[in-house]
């Protein structure tokens, strides 16, 4: 099993739909998750954390789900704007010690059509 | 005003040469990091250094060198390129090597041929 991972889509919906994506991560001793976005030819750039007991920013969602190990994301009236690659990052600290190690899913591809 | 920055932007050349890649971050971070990404997007990190000490190498060949020569800067020294190296390599860095948010470089995009 990857470590993490996440349905590389596309998904493909109209302007204003709702979507929502899962990521899920194989280590149990996984401390902290985000969400990033990364445009066509561009850097990642950090959307949102994600904290235990959910957050929104805006239009968007994040959940964790410690039990089932997975994290989600929820996009509410999508825009055109909103077609990118979303990555999930897991942090794992290892049982060697060390420091945090970063892990990104695939990304899955997101593409908002009028 | 640019957070973190690589040069050069793109990177052509023969196999069996070496080439360097330069980051530089303005934001008085402690950590920095170098990431491959692959032509089926796969980001994976390679190294991490806190504060010019490596804290994070994965698997990767020896063939790679971080150099850090203080913490705003952190070199990647490629010898004997492959056509397997072919990918780009994002630099990034975070406030400390704690799972905190990381500022990625625009990427330089290295083609092996």
């Known amino acids: 099993r990857k470590e993490v991972e996440q349905d590389p889509g596309p998904f493909n919906v109209p302007e204003g739909a709702t979507v929502a994506f899962n990521c899920t991560y194989s280590?149990?001793?996984?401390?902290?998750f985000f969400w990033y976005r990364q445009d066509c030819r561009k850097e990642p750039k950090l959307l949102m954390s994600?904290?235990?007991s959910g957050n929104e920013d805006g239009r968007f969602t994040a959940q964790l789900n410690r039990a089932s190990q997975y994290i989600s994301l929820l996009i509410r009236d999508s825009k055109l704007s909103d077609s990118a690659t979303y990555l999930c990052?897991?942090?794992?600290?290892?049982?060697?010690?060390?420091?945090?190690?970063?892990?990104f899913g695939r990304g899955t591809s997101l593409i908002v059509h009028p | 005003d640019t957070a973190v920055s690589q040069t050069p932007k793109y990177l052509v050349t023969q196999m069996g040469n070496d080439k360097s890649i330069k980051c530089e971050q303005n934001l008085g971070h402690d950590t920095m990091y170098w990431y491959k990404q692959d032509s089926k997007k796969f980001l994976k990190i390679m190294f991490s250094?806190?504060?010019?000490?490596?804290?994070i190498n994965e698997t990767v060949p020896n063939r790679f060198s971080p150099k850090s020569p203080d913490k705003a800067h952190l070199n990647l020294h490629i010898n004997s390129l492959e056509l397997g190296d072919s990918a780009v390599y994002f630099c990034?860095?975070?406030?400390?090597?704690?799972?905190?948010?990381?500022?990625f470089g625009p990427g330089t995009r290295l083609t092996v041929l």
């Open positions: 990052v897991v942090n794992t600290f290892p049982a060697s010690g060390g420091s945090y190690i970063p892990t």
């Open positions: 250094y806190n504060n010019k000490e490596l804290i």
């Open positions: 280590n149990s001793a996984s401390q902290s």
């Open positions: 994600v904290y235990s």
């Open positions: 990034a860095s975070s406030v400390d090597r704690g799972a905190d948010t990381q500022y």
